[in-house]
Nanobody
Framework: QLQASGGGLVQAGGSLSVSCAVSGRTFSTYSMGWFRQAPGKEREFVATIKWNDGTRYYADSVKGRFTISRDNAKNTVYLQMNSLKPEDTAVYYC????????????????WGQGTLVTVSS
């Protein structure tokens, strides 16, 4: 129901956008979030957005560099990542939660499969 895509390899300082396509049901009353998991580390919160009004919330580590957005017509949530750093390297996951502000894994009911973002130095 959640399909993440768009990951890849990018140099430090570069930009990349990942997408999360929603299918099979509507999440109009939910918030959508992006998490990431680096090798050997726990999954951590990155950003979240409300489907209905677009209110956003970010982790301090990405604030000012990443932008979360949604396209209601395409049922897709995006994460635009700028000024990427090697420490942003991780598998990025999207999820859906009926909680606001959902910054913990347990608050999410649905998850996509993840897409790998690698930032080279």
């Amino acid at each position: 129901q959640l399909q993440a895509s768009g990951g890849g390899l990018v140099q430090a300082g570069g930009s990349l956008s990942v997408s999360c396509a929603v299918s099979g049901r509507t999440f109009s009353t939910y918030s959508m979030g992006w998490f990431r998991q680096a090798p050997g580390k726990e999954r951590e919160f990155v950003a979240t957005i409300k489907w209905n009004d677009g209110t956003r919330y970010y982790a301090d580590s990405v604030k000012g560099r990443f932008t979360i957005s949604r396209d209601n017509a395409k049922n897709t949530v995006y994460l635009q990542m700028n000024s990427l750093k090697p420490e942003d390297t991780a598998v990025y996951y999207c999820g859906a939660s009926n909680v606001w502000i959902a910054t913990t894994i347990n608050a999410y009911d649905y998850w996509g499969q993840g897409t790998l973002v690698t930032v080279s130095s």
